[in-house]
């Protein structure tokens, strides 16, 4: 069985210790770390998960270490757990979470040779749902990157990209569950604005979203398709999509996404 370390317990720790759970890993193999007593006590109850405080215990004899703690303390975690790992009888692999923290600076603050992988989560791996891009360090064997893979495909969907492409892939996969979470906001209250009890509005609204995002997944047909699809000639959804268009819905796409790729390299920077 692989012993599994989850460093720092916040929203993405738990959706991956939610995941594997949910996808029948021995919660007795996933050792998670807080520095908050009572947040490790809540996973503890809520999963069974090993709940610790010690970093540098909990990857002890660990075969994969996931880093879910924010940007700013990953260079931090990696030296207090570095000889830890180097006393492991099997070479264990780090998996960073973390937005804008690149492979080589990872490499640099592990003892030489250690085998980093860097991943591009999001939040909806809550509930089984992710989107994980990985990209691989140099040190990283085949069989370790499919063992990675495996782990994060049991909550959700996995693709290798380069190092070179995570910034669009932060614009368009980490952070766009939120745009869409502002979209189906705003479809509630036009919803409430044409009578519609907010809780009608809210319930077709997520309904809908989800439909259309099965559909989009399970027939794999281009999105304009299956607009047309729902455009009849001077139709009712014409009539709304052209108002969306006018109101310049697709140049904010265009311009969030640049936003939040430049955001990404700026933050990669300091
Ligand atoms: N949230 C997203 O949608 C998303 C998407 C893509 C990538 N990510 C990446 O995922 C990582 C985690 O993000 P998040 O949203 O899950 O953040 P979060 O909710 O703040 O979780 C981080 C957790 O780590 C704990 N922690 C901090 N330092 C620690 C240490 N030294 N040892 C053990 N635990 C420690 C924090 O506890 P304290 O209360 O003690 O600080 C907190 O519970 C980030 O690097 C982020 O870039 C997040």
Redesign the pocket.
């Given at each position: 069985m692989t012993n599994i370390a989850v460093?720092?317990?916040?929203?993405?720790?738990?959706a991956l210790v939610s995941g594997l759970v949910a996808a029948n890993t021995n919660p007795l193999n996933i050792r998670v770390?807080?520095?908050?007593e009572e947040?490790g006590k809540e996973l503890h109850k809520r999963y069974g998960i090993v709940n610790l405080?010690d970093?540098a215990q909990a990857v002890d004899e660990a075969d994969v270490v996931f880093?879910?703690?924010?940007?700013k303390?990953?260079l931090?975690?990696i030296s207090?757990i570095t000889a830890t790992l180097d006393n492991n009888s099997a070479q264990s692999v780090i998996v960073?979470?973390?937005?804008?923290i690149s492979i080589g600076a990872m490499e640099e603050n592990a003892s030489a040779g250690l085998p980093v992988v860097r991943v591009?989560?999001?939040?909806p791996m809550l509930v089984r749902k992710g989107m994980s891009t990985v990209t691989p360090g140099r040190h990283v064997s085949k069989e370790q990157l499919e063992q990675v893979k495996e782990l994060l495909g049991t909550v959700g969907h996995v693709v290798e990209v380069a190092e070179s492409d995570l910034d669009a892939v932060?614009a368009m996969s980490?952070?766009s569950?939120?745009y869409l979470f502002l979209v189906t906001e705003a479809l509630i209250d036009a919803g409430v604005n044409l009578g519609l009890s907010r809780a009608t509005a809210k319930e077709l609204a997520v309904a809908a979203f989800e439909g259309a995002a099965t559909m989009m997944q399970e027939t794999g047909t281009e999105p304009a398709v299956l607009r047309a699809g729902v455009s009849s000639p001077a139709g009712t959804t014409v009539a709304a999509i052209r108002e969306l268009e006018e109101s310049g819905l697709r140049g904010a796409f265009y311009r969030a996404a640049q936003k939040c790729a430049e955001r990404s390299a700026e933050l990669g920077k300091q």
């Open positions: 460093i720092g317990g916040g929203q993405i720790g738990e770390t807080n520095r908050n947040r405080t970093n880093l879910c703690v924010k940007p303390g990953i931090d975690v207090e960073s979470m973390a937005a804008g591009m989560p999001n939040t932060t980490g952070s569950p939120a």
